[in-house]
């Protein structure tokens, strides 16, 4: 039940296309949801992150879709860039606490 | 402002030795959290600490783990008597003073158990 499930495992797209990168949670006490990006050998980056009572919420060309009836919440990357290539991982927390409960990790490809 | 740091990057060390690990948080920043991860896989939470204090340490292993944040100095994981398996990127980050619940990390410690 704290598991949070990431797919795909990984994804290559040309640039300028739009990756979408999916995560889905069973816990409904999950009540924050941040979006990282790593890049090899370094820590992650916080690129974005949405509560339950929104359905989208955008950041530049990042956007995080939410749905609550499903319990999935979705990250897309728009005009995606060679630069974008990295690991992508989706993370939960439950109300009161503030350990993330971390997906799997999407490698993400742009070609050129 | 500088960024979440961390230190060593990288410590090797043998079988049976002891491992710490030190992570100085950003500025106005009180709240600290380790994340361990293996090869090919997500970050898995550690504990949560602030000054002197051990909020949430659900994640660590019962036996040869601890982890401090003292009122001065920076935080520390300690892993004795160290075994293969616990081989791996060890991460922390940290959150600002306030209700924040944004984690921002530093770049990680690599350890190597030979």
């Known amino acids: 039940q704290q598991q949070v499930k990431q797919s795909p495992q990984s994804l290559i797209v040309q640039k300028g296309g739009i990756p979408i990168i999916n995560c889905a949670y069973e816990?409904?006490?999950?009540?924050?949801f941040p979006w990282y990006q790593q890049f090899p050998g370094k820590g992650p980056a916080l690129l974005i992150a949405?509560?339950?009572?929104?359905s989208e919420k955008k950041e530049g060309r990042f956007t995080i879709s939410f749905n609550k009836s499903a319990k999935q919440f979705s990250l897309h990357i728009m005009d995606s860039q060679p630069g974008d290539s990295a690991t992508y991982f989706c993370?939960?927390?439950?109300?009161?606490?503030?350990?993330?409960?971390f997906g799997s990790g999407t490698r993400l490809q742009v070609q050129p | 402002n500088a960024g979440v740091m961390q230190n060593p990057r990288h410590l090797v060390r043998r079988r049976g030795q002891e491992a710490r690990l030190r992570c100085s948080p950003m500025?106005?920043?009180?709240?600290v959290y380790w994340y361990r991860q293996l090869p090919e896989e997500g970050l898995k939470f550690m504990v949560y600490?602030?000054?002197?204090?051990?909020?949430?340490e659900s994640g660590m292993p019962k036996e040869r783990f601890s982890a401090e944040f003292p009122k001065e100095g920076p935080s520390i994981l300690r892993i004795q008597q160290v075994v293969r398996g616990d081989s791996a990127a060890y991460f922390c980050?940290?959150?600002?003073?306030?209700?924040?619940?944004?984690?921002?990390f530093g770049p990680g410690t690599r350890l190597t158990v030979t």
């Open positions: 500025k106005g920043h009180s709240h």
């Open positions: 980050a940290s959150s600002p003073d306030g209700g924040s619940y944004e984690q921002y």
């Open positions: 816990n409904t006490a999950f009540d924050y």
């Open positions: 993370a939960a927390s439950i109300s009161g606490r503030r350990a993330l409960t």
């Open positions: 600490l602030q000054k002197e204090n051990i909020i949430d």
């Open positions: 949405i509560r339950p009572d929104v």
